[in-house]
């Protein structure tokens, strides 16, 4: 058992608790041997995911893990094969993100804690690929592709009508930002009717997100004790 299949599924739990992950979205990380190679949970609600849970995944969304997959692997996937300084994805459906990803208004860094959204928020439409009658989802590799291209650069993609993916160079930092993309569009939400809106300029986010990374174990730390409250469900 490697220590990042631990990780992984402290990250499922974390997400949960923090209202980022339901019974559905999912996280995944970089395998630290293959690069080519990352972990994901079989298909399961992340609250109940445990290390032994965990399956590896090559980039064309394979495995040979005995359990089912998710749908969605493909986003994962793709991402790892555009991005090759990514190391953790994180996807959710989580609610105050929706909105942003339906409206021309743009999802901008509204606090310091989010100043990483200053490097981009990205937006992918699955129409332009797939049509109007899809069921939404990323379900095989020619959508995770064109996911990954609408991503670019980005830190954050909105996904119109279904969610949004955020990645990072480390599992605990993609986790962060999912938190607090999530946190950042309900504040928007909350700013939006009041008069004369200013946000975070790209230096003071830049600047936020660069001192912030430097923070994260401290919230990871907390939020880890937190999701505790959950033990008994997967023992259950
Ligand atoms: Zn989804």
Redesign the pocket.
């Known amino acids: 058992m490697t220590d990042l299949r631990v990780q992984l599924a402290q990250a499922n739990h974390i997400l949960f608790d923090q209202g980022v992950l339901d019974a ?2 999912h996280v995944s990380v970089r395998s630290e041997e293959r690069a080519d190679r990352f972990l994901l949970a079989r298909n399961m609600a992340p609250v109940l995911v445990t290390p032994e849970d965990v399956q590896e995944y090559d980039l064309d969304g394979e495995t040979d893990g005995p359990a089912s997959s998710y749908l ?1 692997r493909f986003i994962h996937a793709e991402i790892y094969r555009a991005r090759p300084d990514v190391q953790a994805v994180v ?1 959710s ?1 989580s609610a105050s993100v929706i909105p942003f990803g339906l409206s021309s208004t743009p999802l901008r860094a509204v606090f310091h804690m989010a100043g990483f959204l200053v490097d981009g928020v990205a937006r992918f439409e699955i129409r332009d690929v797939a049509g109007d009658a899809t069921d939404l ?2 379900r095989d590799a020619r959508l995770g592709a064109a996911l990954a291209a609408s991503l670019g650069q980005a830190p954050f993609a909105l996904m119109r009508g ?2 949004s993916v955020a990645v990072a160079p480390s599992l605990p930092l993609a986790v962060y930002r999912a938190v607090y993309a999530e946190e950042n569009a309900a504040l928007q939400l909350r700013g939006l009717p009041l008069a004369d809106v200013d946000y975070l300029t790209p230096g003071e986010g830049r600047a936020a997100a660069q001192t912030n990374a430097g923070q994260v174990a401290r919230a990871w730390d907390m939020w880890l004790r937190l999701a505790g409250r959950h033990e008994s469900l997967r023992s259950a």
């Open positions: 559905f979205g969605e996807h459906h989802l990323v279904h969610g």
